[in-house]
């Protein structure tokens, strides 16, 4: 019996496969690529389950496949202690396009194209530190979203 529903499951989830997107709660990889049932939490857990155990999510979100974003950069715990000891000072050169601890940034997160990185985190500024009190977390958080 339990064979059939799974087989059952499995037949539901691949004939829908063309019509969703990749749900945000489990999120990219197989499992939300076969199965875009998103409705139960059942069908949740089949996907995550299915994204950890067929090991593709990590090779998606490295290459950009299976519904996942390629990042171009990582947030290393080194760039997060240069943000957090230069909050002031990269907050200026940012505003700015350009400096030292801009550079210093690009350099811990192995920007390719420096130019690029600052002209999006200049034009980006009020989105990265988004108030006078913003948190060194938040910081990071909106320079990973904004150059990543």
Do not use: H, P, R, W
Request: aromatic share 4%; with cysteine.
């Amino acid at each position: 019996m339990k064979k059939i529903i799974l087989s059952a499951l499995a037949v539901a989830a691949l004939s829908t496969a063309a019509f969703a997107t990749t749900n945000n709660q489990t999120g990219c990889g197989l499992g939300g690529q076969i199965i875009k049932d998103d409705s139960s939490a059942l069908m949740l857990a089949l996907q995550a389950t299915t994204n950890s155990t067929s090991g593709n999510q990590t090779f998606g979100i490295t290459s950009g496949t299976s519904g996942c974003k390629k990042v171009k950069f990582v947030m290393n715990e080194a760039a997060q202690e240069f943000v957090a000891s230069n909050m002031d000072e990269l907050s200026k050169d940012i505003a700015k396009g350009q400096g030292e601890s801009v550079d210093t940034l690009a350099e811990l997160l192995n920007v390719e194209d420096k130019a690029a990185f600052s002209a999006a985190l200049q034009s980006n500024y009020n989105d990265i530190y988004t108030s006078k009190d913003v948190q060194m977390s938040d910081v990071v958080e909106n320079i990973s979203t904004i150059a990543g």
